[in-house]
């Protein structure tokens, strides 16, 4: 802008300049050549005055020139007749001159019978020169007076020399004047600019800085450009806020929740969203599809059937995410405010749920099984004694202990089953006693001691140097210790043995180790032993009256205490079951 004002500026001052220039010139040339022949009209009018006078032509002729070449402009003085006979000239011979009727000052002169005018190149001397020629009535005569056009151009020269020097001054003074006044008169609109491109940058607390007497126009614009700036910074300030509130709310919503705007593109995430599906989404620079986040067809179709139907839609989705894939309570939204074609979806993680609810009815069918088999045996018996057998003393007698087995097996079973769900229920233990863990090791090895004896196997303990006093529920403990005692006999050979050690770490932990040296157990087994019913050999353990909850009746004490069991085994050597608990 300011350079196209310069620019204009300096051609129109060029102009002007130019102009002037020329105009001045010509005034001057003009007032040149009009000052020449009154040069030469005054010589003239002194020749005729003499020769009036009475002199001689040649003499008045003479005496004028010498005057005036004092002048330093020589001036030819010719004398010619009525006729055009030459009669003197002071640079040329007379008598050889040629008639000068017809030379176009003296024929004008004779013509108005009082002056004539030219500029020309005289034939005499082959100069360029201005005539002035003069005729004098009285004799008839004409007297010419003449000067080299170059006298008058040198003077002419210097002149437009000089000329030119003060136009080329004046144009300077002219451009550094225009310059000043540009730049003070372009300021405002500078710094207009300068402010209007840092806002359009994002700068929205730049402001024009305004003189308070300056009421120009610019001045008026950049006011309103202030209160312009001024209303926008607040409005953004604003938004800024309810956008910043509104990425507090949603971010601290725990659960997943994303905006799909058209074509089923994702225009928002929330952070759980982002952390969900390992996606740091900028809509501005890229936009995804729902589908490349969540990796399931159904989430775009709940979203298009929400839109469609204009109301909430809710399904059931098993999505990928950073941890795996995991099932989502999923509620799709219209969004009608702005855009028919938005929706939101919420996202609530139900694995943990369904896991559980899963594991519930694999227990309620596990449990409806092992509770199955020993019923079906008991009314078999039942049935077979009802049909004659109770008849028979001693094969009634037989049928009844088997009934007996299994009842106590029944027993077994749902004495297990209530101490796992009391520990399920109960997280936190709530009956703390402070007692010697070996009081319990030695109860245990009283209550073995028949099974033991049985199994032909040979029970031992740690002999204690001290008391190892915890605080735990003591029924718990020993419930702990009997079930893996009772396994390291039952899972033993005759004549082989069982070793209990307990101890405190020095990580404050308890260490109670049951080892024995019986049958071990596969690698293979070793992670799932500690599964509710999980038996490596199903008759075997029902023939030893195994629950197959035993293990994980163990694992949920240690649990319950921060703790946890292990074991190493190797089969045909025997296992070592280590169970460590914070007591
Ligand atoms: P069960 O009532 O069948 O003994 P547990 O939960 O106590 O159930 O044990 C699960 C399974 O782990 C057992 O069926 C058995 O196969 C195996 N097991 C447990 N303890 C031992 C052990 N000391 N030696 C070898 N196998 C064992």
Excluded: C, W
């Excluded at 151009?153 to 003074?173: C, D, E, G, K």
């Excluded at 700068?203 to 800085?209: A, D, G, P």
């Excluded at 994303?258 to 599906?277: D, K, Q, Y």
């Amino acid at each position: 802008m300011i350079k196209k004002i310069n620019t204009v500026t300096v051609a129109v001052l060029l102009i002007a300049v130019l102009i002037t220039g020329l105009a001045a010139f010509q005034t001057i040339s003009r007032y040149s050549r009009e000052s020449d022949q009154l040069y030469l009209q005054t010589a003239g009018k002194t020749i005729q005055q003499l020769i009036l006078d009475g002199h001689e032509p040649e003499a008045a002729a003479i005496r004028t020139q010498t005057i005036f070449n004092q002048e330093s402009i020589p001036v030819r003085v010719t004398i010619i007749t009525g006729d055009g006979q030459v009669l003197y000239d002071n640079e040329a011979d007379s008598a050889t001159m040629d008639n000068h009727l017809f030379r176009e000052e003296i024929a004008l002169a004779l013509r108005s019978r009082d002056s004539g005018f030219a500029i020309r190149r005289s034939d005499t001397l082959d100069l360029e020169m201005i005539y002035v020629a003069r005729y004098i009535p009285d004799l008839d005569m004409v007297v010419r007076t003449s000067m080299q056009v170059y006298h008058s151009r040198q003077a002419l020269n210097s002149m437009a020399l000089t000329i030119l020097l003060v136009m080329l001054i004046t144009f300077a003074v002219l451009i550094l004047l225009s310059s000043l006044v540009t730049r003070h008169l372009a300021r405002p609109l500078k710094q207009l600019t300068v402010a209007a491109r840092e806002m359009a940058a994002g700068q929205y607390s730049s402001r024009i800085h305004l003189l308070a007497q300056d009421n120009s126009e610019v001045a008026v614009l950049g006011a309103a450009f202030n209160r312009m700036a001024e209303q926008l910074e607040q409005t953004i300030n604003d938004l800024a806020d309810r956008n910043e509130r509104l990425d507090v709310i949603f971010n601290t919503i725990t659960d997943p929740l994303l905006v799909i705007g058209p074509s089923s593109s994702v225009t928002f995430m929330n952070r759980r969203a982002r952390e969900l599906f390992g996606r740091d989404l900028d809509p501005d620079k890229a936009v995804y599809p729902l589908v490349f986040i969540t990796h399931n067809q159904a989430s775009e179709d709940l979203v298009e059937e929400a839109i469609r139907d204009n109301r909430s839609v809710h399904a059931e989705l098993r999505l990928n995410t950073v941890t795996g894939k995991a099932t989502f309570q999923a509620i799709a939204t219209p969004i009608r405010a702005s855009n028919a074609d938005s929706a939101m979806i919420t996202l609530h993680d139900v694995t943990e749920l369904d896991k559980v609810q899963q594991m519930r009815s694999e227990f309620v069918a596990n449990v409806t099984h092992e509770l199955k088999t020993p019923l079906t045996s008991i009314r078999g018996f039942v049935e077979t004694l009802r049909a004659g057998a109770v008849q028979k003393p001693e094969v009634a007698d037989r049928f009844l202990e088997f009934i007996d087995l299994e009842a106590e097996r029944l027993h077994q079973l749902i004495h297990d089953i209530l101490v796992l769900s009391e520990i399920e229920r109960n997280q936190q233990e709530q009956n703390y006693q402070d007692f010697d863990l070996f009081t319990q090791v030695d109860a245990v090895l009283v209550l073995l001691d028949d099974a033991a004896a049985n199994a032909q196997v040979a029970l031992r303990a740690d002999e204690p140097d001290a008391p190892l006093m915890v605080k735990a529920d003591p029924d718990r403990i020993k419930q702990l210790l009997i079930n893996l005692v009772d396994n390291a006999i039952k899972y033993n050979h005759p004549g082989g043995s069982v070793h209990i050690q307990a101890e405190r770490q020095a990580d404050d932990m308890v260490r109670i180790a049951v080892q024995d040296t019986g049958d071990g157990i596969a690698a293979e087994h070793l992670e799932r032993v500690f599964e509710r019913f999980y038996r490596i050999d199903k008759s075997r353990s029902r023939e030893l009256g195994g629950t197959g909850l035993g293990l994980s009746i163990v694992k949920h004490i240690a649990q319950l205490y921060s703790g946890y069991a292990k074991v190493n085994s190797k089969p045909g050597v025997g296992s070592v079951f280590e169970v460590f608990l914070k007591i």
